[in-house]
C-alpha cells in the first residue's frame, strides 16, 4: 500500500488558521483522500493532556526548557500512536501545527539554541518530516487585534508584540531555507483569496505526486 502523506499547517494567532484547515481537508477529500485531521500540541489523549499544561497560565511558571520538552513529549506520543500509523495505512495527516512552530517559538520566540532543537527533532522524529507545509504569514499587529476579545487568552496569547515577530521570522527563514516544502500564503488577504492559494498549493501538490 502507498504511504500517506503528511501535510501541516502553521501561522501566527489571529492568520486564519482554523478556518483554512477546515477547507484544506475539504479540498484533500474532494480529490478522493481519505484525511486523519488532527493538530499539536495535542492530538492523542495524553498529548492533549499535556497541551492542557502547556497552554494553561497557572500559578507556577513554566520554564522554556519544560516548555521544549512537553512539545517534544506529546509530538512522541502523536507520531506513535496516531501520525505514523495512519501514514502506514495510507491515509493523509493534516497537521494543523508541528515542529516547525517548535522552532519559531521556543527557538526564535524564547530564544532555546537551535541545537536543542535539531536534537529533539532527531530522536522524536527519526527522520519523518512533512511532505508539503503551508505556511499563513501575518504582521503580528494585524493577527493580534484579530484575536483580541475572543476570550481568556491562552498563555502563548499574552506574550508581546516583539515575540510574535521573532516567531514570524523565524517561520519565513525556515520557509526560505525550504521551498520544495513549503508554501507562504498572504493571510492578510480576503479569505477568498486565501482559500483559492490553499486549493491550488494543495491540488498542485497531488498532482506532483501522481
Ligand atoms: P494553537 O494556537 O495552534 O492552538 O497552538 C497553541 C499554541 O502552542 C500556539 O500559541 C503556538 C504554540 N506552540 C508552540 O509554542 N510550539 C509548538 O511546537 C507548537 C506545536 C505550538
Redesign the pocket.
Known amino acids: 500500500m502507498r504511504r500517506g502523506r503528511f501535510l501541516t499547517l502553521e501561522g501566527a ?1 489571529g492568520a486564519g ?1 482554523s478556518t483554512t484547515l477546515a477547507h484544506a481537508a475539504t479540498v484533500l477529500r474532494e480529490a478522493g483522500l481519505e484525511v486523519d485531521v488532527t ?3 495535542g492530538g492523542t489523549g495524553r498529548a492533549e493532556a499535556i497541551r492542557e499544561i ?2 494553561e497560565r497557572g500559578d507556577e511558571s513554566m520554564t522554556d526548557l519544560a516548555e521544549l520538552l512537553l ?1 517534544f513529549a506529546g509530538r512522541s506520543l502523536h507520531l506513535e500512536n496516531r501520525i505514523r500509523p495512519a501514514l502506514a495505512a495510507g491515509r493523509w495527516v493534516l497537521c ?4 516547525d ?2 522552532w519559531a ?2 527557538g526564535g520566540g524564547r530564544g532555546l539554541p537551535e541545537t536543542w532543537i535539531g536534537q529533539l527533532e532527531s530522536w522524536t522524529q527519526d527522520g519523518l518530516q512533512p511532505d508539503l507545509t503551508l505556511l499563513l504569514d501575518l504582521d503580528p499587529e494585524v493577527g493580534l487585534a484579530r484575536i483580541k476579545g475572543r476570550g481568556v487568552p ?1 498563555r ?2 499574552t506574550e508581546r508584540l516583539a515575540f510574535f515577530h521573532r516567531v514570524r521570522e523565524t517561520y519565513l527563514r525556515r520557509a526560505h531555507a525550504d521551498p520544495a516544502r513549503f508554501r507562504v500564503i498572504d493571510a492578510s488577504a480576503t479569505q477568498e483569496s486565501v482559500r483559492s492559494e490553499v486549493s491550488r498549493h494543495i491540488k498542485e501538490f497531488i498532482q506532483s505526486i501522481d
Open positions: 494567532e488558521k493538530r499539536e500540541p502547556l497552554l512539545m494543523d501545527r508541528f515542529t512552530a517548535t517559538y521556543q491562552d502563548f496569547e
